[in-house]
């Protein structure tokens, strides 16, 4: 038995293998349409949709960034380079959501530039209003959770924060009518906290998600003001009607809608397009298909556990 | 109080500090087996295996990738070169995964060699079969979610698909006998998606989970075609038989077996080696550790919920 | 219709835009003090502490790492070259979180110096006593869970096993007072896991957490020896006392004492500053808020499901 390492073995490829291999490969690349995406046109890139959230977040909360050191002084250089950095690569990245849609539709090229643009520039132009909500999130973080010690803390570290934070940059690219971006924001932002908010959602001012691992916010769900939610908690849909060819319908109605201070704790799940009124609380781990009237407080009954000795 | 910033300032170590750290951690090496890897050789590099499940994902989704452009024309090249990429770097991922073993077990490093190649080619000859597997799922998806658009946007941004992806890779390592490899992948894509599927479980064809935050499928399960899975939903093990020293019997079939058609909505549990017959639907937050007949809609009573006014 | 391809177009920016923005982006940035850190001086960073806990974990798992061979001769330099990486990073995101408490206390950049080389110190001196309790949680990981085929495994791909790593680095900084840091670690390892430990919990010896998904430990929460808790359980506050003000009170013990020996099974809430006495199983699902004696076994009766065949 020779005893070399790794490294000295020249392993090789057999000889037929990558030929055949590639003929197979090639092959099931013509036939199967809907998952190749092979047309000379990309789609957008995930990596630089990172990127372009780590930009928007420094915009809207300065100097928590890797390494830059800002001041009042050099912040409005500061702000030029990243604005326009994020207007270049946010038209892109539209732009090829929008083609994407065009290698179907026909449109013209010069149309979807200018789309790209217009939607760029019409989001940083919200930029301010969305730092304004989302301070005000912040500060129902601080003063709905004990272990909150300050507002940086909750910065750096709340998934919550994090989540709501690319949600609301995102849903502004879903009512503006773009295609994908919107969703791989709201993925990427789920990669890294486990808060599943669809775009589509809407939410009010003041909200707070504490912890957030498990949560499921729905595409059509509609969330008033000073609204709670805990970890687990799902708002979503409770079943799907399908049209007369059996296909589920989509794009009606379908999720909740929680008006102003409602409250709902870890792991209830809320079903349907049904209306929890304001000031309601919704106890852990209820299950809920039908809407309750304001100022309702809902929790299951104190179980009947079963106790034994060892 | 001097004012210098944090890069004026050159601190020192104290000087004995690193000297005698040196000496209690390198003793703490040589009485610790089990968790030191000291010896020579590496253990498979989790940065190494997300690069080849990234090109893997390109070979079987092509053109969603972040650069490059893929027409039908240049297709081949492409693959020619990403395939060989793989078969090198999973081959030589495998080849530390076999070896580790080896240093227990003494065997010959040729044969190593020769079983890592082999395995390498024989996953990168099913990927076309994969990718047929894959795309099925992908409709699944399409056609059980009213919030999915295009296959597209299901391919980009769903974490179930990417997990299945993974899963549906890492499931032949396993199956070949390579140890640490697939349940790195497995590790890797939960790390993202929340979704937790052990390589050894058995996927049917159109596979859907949607949102999937939390879903845990254990080691031995096994689930037939068309069949669904909400978030939060756990396919785990409900107890532990002991041999008669006191230790947990491993190996032995404890998961659930889903027979085809059957959907387990958001939270449900279903624990042991039981079986779930074909077409039944399983409710939300149901808690099962016992078998139920094909064709059964199991659901838990309408919660007495308590009311109250505020 | 031109059809020249994305790169060839040179978009521009519309000619007021950029200044516009800054300005309103600047005077926001002017007035709305708690989200911004516009000071001069740089909060810790996110990517610096993520590589301060890669170099520690390969400290703790020597030969884990990506690229370094390891062995018993040269294990010193390595570690030495280690160490000292740590203890310099460390030392200064010590120093970053603490000047910003100091920016409120006006307290002396020397003691802020001294302080943040004395944590980094004491940290670095207890990893020998932390590798030796993280072993003892590898080894539980391995005692409990059948599908866990060796410590590498274990080591390489449990998130349980990853967070704990993580905590009790985390826990040692939160015990030493330091702001923000810890806390920031913990976010890091959620990111990753799914599983939220406030840096705070105290946990016993052989600890292992199974699974993991949307496991949360709060702040305040007390853990014995010998605990296993799996996927889905929340170790939380029950609720929080207001001061005269109407401010929630922070600070206070919240959280749940569990004695040696406690098992808590997937989905449990357990709630409160309560006792769950030594060797006591909590079963799935259980909802409690409410003391329990030692030796209880605790469990859901079993649901009376309704069954309908379809």
């Known amino acids: 038995m020779e005893n070399c390492s790794e490294e000295c073995i020249k392993r090789k490829i057999p000889a037929n293998f990558i030929p055949e291999v590639i003929n197979e490969l090639s092959s099931s690349y013509k036939n199967m349409q809907g998952i190749n995406h092979i047309a000379g046109i990309n789609l957008p890139s995930r990596k630089e949709i990172a990127l372009i959230l780590k930009d928007i977040r420094e915009i809207i909360f300065p100097g928590f960034a890797e390494k830059k050191i800002i001041n009042l002084e050099n912040a409005h250089y500061f702000i030029g380079d990243i604005v326009s950095r994020v207007y270049i690569e946010l038209s892109r990245q539209i732009t090829r959501s929008l083609r994407y849609h065009c290698t179907i539709n026909k449109c013209s090229e010069c149309d979807i530039y200018k789309q790209a643009d217009d939607t760029a520039a019409n989001l940083i132009k919200k930029l301010p209003e969305i730092r304004n909500t989302l301070k005000n999130d912040v500060v129902a973080a601080y003063e709905g959770d004990p272990a909150a010690k300050s507002f940086e803390e909750i910065i750096l570290s709340y998934p919550g924060i994090y989540t709501v934070t690319v949600h609301r940059v995102a849903h502004e ?3 503006a009518g773009i295609p994908l971006l919107p969703r791989m924001m709201a993925s990427l932002a789920y990669s890294d906290t486990g808060i599943d908010i669809h775009p589509g959602a809407k939410l009010g001012n003041n909200f707070f998600i504490d912890h957030g ?53 870890s792991g209830a799940t809320v079903l349907g397009d049904i209306t929890i009124g304001h000031d309601s609380v919704i106890g852990g781990n209820v299950w809920l298909t039908e809407s309750i009237s304001p100022n309702t407080v809902l929790t299951i009954p104190k179980p009947e556990l079963k106790v034994k000795t060892k």
């Open 173 to 175: 690219l879903y009512s």
């Open 213 to 265: 691992a498990g949560v499921v916010i729905g595409e059509t769900a509609n969330i008033g003001d000073n609204v709670k939610i805990y970890q687990g908690v799902t708002l979503g849909a409770l079943s799907f009607p399908k049209d007369e060819n059996g296909n589920i319908v989509k794009g009606i109605k379908r999720h909740p809608t929680l008006e102003d201070n409602v409250t709902v704790y």
